[in-house]
């Protein structure tokens, strides 16, 4: 009897934009150096799509998305525009030495963006995304067009304008929580409705973009994919506008440790996301916090002594994922004065001092007693320790 067989798990594409919104934020503006080199290293990362930049908002923009286009092969590269000739116009020349190329056009659609900014009615909004829309697909392989603010977009009328950007060519079509003010709830509501109700949805790849102003991008996004979307806009450290976008090792790790519950994958190199955090750092001078997750100092670092217990039994008592599956390299035990006697011994042997039952207790003492005073103990705050009681030891008599 032939056996069942399982369906491949659905993949997410992963539309990086560390290059473009992630650089937008201010102090993380890179050049096109920059942007060579991390564009290089997103691609050995996995991501399905480079954003390499705004061609049209300055000439070294425009620069970078050409150097990344003639440099990049493998994944598609692409350009923001806005929905006018010109921008379209810039982004086509800019991509026009990529393999592969994507112009991403976008408009505001809710009330406060077609009064305040466009001063266009709903007419003219569906009108101006019908004709740039043709025009960018006569200038690109493929076009995505974002719906800009679409979560706070009367859902009828966004329903209509994604629906007027399918037929004019648009093959990815992105639903952007432009200023992060939804929720896990209704984005997932959202994206169900349009699924059920776009002409033309199933043709196409819908696409989250979730910023963080409520630090809900990352569940957001999650939430956008268990309704059906499949690529999703990230950056590496959640860099972006004002609090960032999702972060791209956040959703990656999400979606690979919860397979059992969000049944999906991604082409991510997930070995490459600590070089890839540590690298964007380095070229933008911008540090992640310690407590950032995946990619933060002390993502894998353990200082509790009952935590530290654990993790030297089996690391998986308090760890979901092992650092060196993210490019992280190994857990680290922090001694301190939450820690332990199991840790110190460990690192006493790696400096060199193999320590009985009763010197570790006095040198567990000591230790706390320095941690009181200082933030956290270096190899040589330690080793100093071990010096003075080895000292005192053989003062006292002993071998
Ligand atoms: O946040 C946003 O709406 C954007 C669009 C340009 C996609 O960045
Ligand atoms: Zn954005």
Do not use: W
């Not at 954003?51 to 000439?59: D, L, R, V, Y």
């Not at 200038?139 to 629906?163: C, I, N, W, Y």
Request: charged residues 25%.
């Amino acid at each position: 009897m032939a056996g069942r067989v399982e369906a491949a798990p659905e993949r997410v594409r992963i539309f990086d934009t560390t290059l473009r919104d992630g650089e937008q934020a201010p102090g993380f503006s890179m050049d096109t150096a920059a942007k060579l080199q991390m564009a290089a290293c997103l691609r050995e990362l996995g991501a399905d799509v480079i954003e390499a930049g705004f061609a049209a908002a300055s000439p070294g923009d425009f620069e970078a998305v050409r150097a990344v286009a003639a440099a990049v092969e493998g994944p598609t590269i692409c350009s923001l525009a806005r929905a006018n000739e010109a921008d379209i116009t810039a982004a086509a020349r800019a991509l026009a030495p990529a393999k592969a190329k994507r112009i991403h056009v976008f408009l505001g659609t809710s009330p406060i963006h077609r009064q305040a900014k466009l001063r266009m009615e709903k007419e003219a909004v569906l009108e101006a995304i019908e004709t740039n829309v043709r025009f960018a697909c006569e200038a690109a392989d493929e076009v995505e067009f974002s719906a800009e603010d679409a979560l706070r977009t009367e859902p009828e009328f966004l329903a209509q304008a994604l629906e007027t950007a399918i037929a004019a060519g648009a093959t990815t079509i992105n639903v952007p929580d432009t200023v992060g003010y939804t929720t896990p709830d209704e984005i997932f509501r959202i994206f169900s409705y349009l699924k059920a109700t776009v002409r033309g949805v199933e043709g196409v790849t819908l696409s989250a973009h979730c910023h963080d102003d409520l630090g809900l991008a990352v569940a957001n996004s999650l939430a956008a994919v268990q309704a059906g979307a499949r690529q999703v806009e990230c950056t590496v450290n959640g860099i972006g506008e004002r609090a960032g976008n999702c972060a791209v090792e956040e959703l990656v790790m999400a979606i690979a440790t919860r397979a059992d519950l969000f049944g999906v994958e991604t082409s991510v190199n997930r070995r490459m996301i600590g070089p890839a955090s540590r690298l964007l750092c380095e070229l933008t001078g911008q540090p992640v916090a310690a407590n950032k997750a995946i990619v933060g100092a002390n993502a894998f670092a353990h200082e509790a002594g009952i935590h530290q217990h654990g993790v030297l039994s089996d690391p998986r008592t308090y760890e979901i994922m092992r650092p060196c599956e993210v490019g992280m390299g190994e857990s680290r035990l922090v001694l301190g004065k939450h820690s332990g006697r199991h840790a110190l011994r460990k690192r006493a042997l790696a400096l060199g001092f193999e320590l009985h039952d009763n010197q570790l207790a006095v040198a567990c003492q000591e230790v706390k007693r320095f941690a009181d005073t200082a933030r956290s103990i270096a190899d040589a705050d330690l080793l100093r320790i071990l010096s003075r009681l080895a000292a005192r030891h053989e003062e006292a008599g002993h071998v």
